[in-house]
């Protein structure tokens, strides 16, 4: 079932009328006011719950510009199922097409509180639909999609960016980017949890993709950042954004996860192999999508000098060792990566896109460039 229709209804439709919903309204519908959690700068996330057939008929909404949809139990729960939504752009009161939207645990904690899927940047929208497929094992507990209004940002006094530097005297040390810190992004510090995790030397650099939309203004990467951040924290209950850095189509830097750029700040980006990496997200969608030269040299600076602050080369190879059998390898297998490595050499997933991965050669080149090697 996707969504209640009237039975006369349905002796002579097809599943055809799903792309044409009417918007219904939120308030006055009859039904109970969706929980809104707020951040600073006027940022809040709404969860609207799924219907006991797995989806939302199409209705109006608080204004989102991100969503995500979450279930009880572990994200295993919804293995071989399917996630599409579709929403109503704000401006025009135009629904788009449907996205489906990807439903693995690649970008995660090594233990996650629920499931969830990627999160799907929608632009500035006000209405929604949903449908769930359920895999082997049924419909998980607890469906709901999750909307997020990234806000304006929360306002700070820390410093906005941090600038580039030269390198150091150390063998493999590269010139520290420009790098946009997290109050420069407008991260609301009171959502996340207090304190950091570190873990051992960062020898390995993953390069993911956010699956955002590709086509952003520059200007609006960080509305993105925050909405991703808020989707991670507050609905899918993380710590802190996954990300460890992430990088816009421009070739801007970003702080990702706090606890210092320049230490080995635990991320939840690789299930498995979280400890001793650092992850790095290029923001938007790059399966088909050519990533912009800017982009590719931004993450060849920042993986050159995030590996050569412990003297690392970006061109060679590291040891990492499984902690989930979820990754590609069982808990408690040592891998052999590269340096500069792409999220999927370490879990099943299409991430950072082929375009994107296809260029990680030449990514690993720039840095070991930078390196001065």
């Not at 229709?5 to 219904?24: E, S, Y």
């Not at 040592?334 to 370490?346: C, I, M, Q, T």
């Amino acid at each position: 079932m996707r969504i209640s229709i009237p039975a006369a209804v349905l002796a002579g439709c097809t599943t055809a009328l799903l792309l044409q919903p009417t918007a219904t309204a939120v308030d006055g519908s009859g039904d109970p006011a969706p929980p809104l959690r707020t951040s600073a700068g006027g940022g809040s996330v709404t969860s609207v719950a799924l219907t006991a057939g797995g989806a939302v008929a199409p209705r109006a909404t608080r204004p989102f510009e991100l969503l995500g949809v979450g279930w009880d139990g572990p994200s295993a729960a919804m293995a071989g199922g399917t996630v599409r939504v579709r929403t109503r752009d704000a401006a025009t009161g135009r629904w788009g097409d449907w996205h489906q939207l990807e439903t693995d645990a690649a970008d995660s904690p090594d233990t996650a509180p629920h499931g969830a899927t990627a999160p799907l940047w929608t632009g500035r929208s006000d209405g929604v639909a949903v449908e769930v497929h359920p895999g082997p094992a049924g419909l998980p507990r607890g469906l709901r999609v999750e909307l997020v209004d990234p806000g304006q940002g929360a306002v700070s006094t820390e410093a906005q960016t941090l600038p580039e530097r030269p390198a150091g005297p150390d063998a493999a040390a590269a010139p520290r980017p420009g790098v946009v810190t997290r109050a420069g992004w407008g991260a609301d510090e009171s959502i996340r949890e207090p304190g950091f995790v570190y873990t051992g030397a960062v020898r390995v650099a993953f390069v993911h993709h956010t699956a955002t939309a590709t086509d952003y203004a520059c200007s609006d990467a960080p509305r993105v950042i925050r909405s991703v951040y808020q989707y991670h924290v507050q609905s899918n209950g993380w710590r802190d954004i996954g990300y460890n850095f992430l990088v816009d189509r421009c070739g801007t830097i970003y702080e990702g996860r706090a606890g210092g750029v320049d230490q080995p700040v635990l991320g939840a980006h690789t299930l498995g192999f979280n400890t001793n990496s650092s992850g790095i997200a290029a923001i938007g969608t790059y399966s088909s999508d050519a990533p912009p030269q800017e982009l590719q040299d931004g993450l060849a600076k920042i993986s050159a000098w995030k590996l050569g602050l412990t003297g690392r080369s970006a061109g060679g190879k590291a040891q990492l060792t499984s902690s989930s059998d979820g990754s590609l390898y069982p808990k408690g297998t040592v891998v052999d990566f590269n340096a500069v490595s792409g999220h999927r050499d370490g879990f099943a997933t299409e991430c950072p896109g082929d375009a994107l991965y296809s260029e990680l050669p030449a990514i690993r080149s720039t840095a070991v460039r930078l390196q001065g090697a």
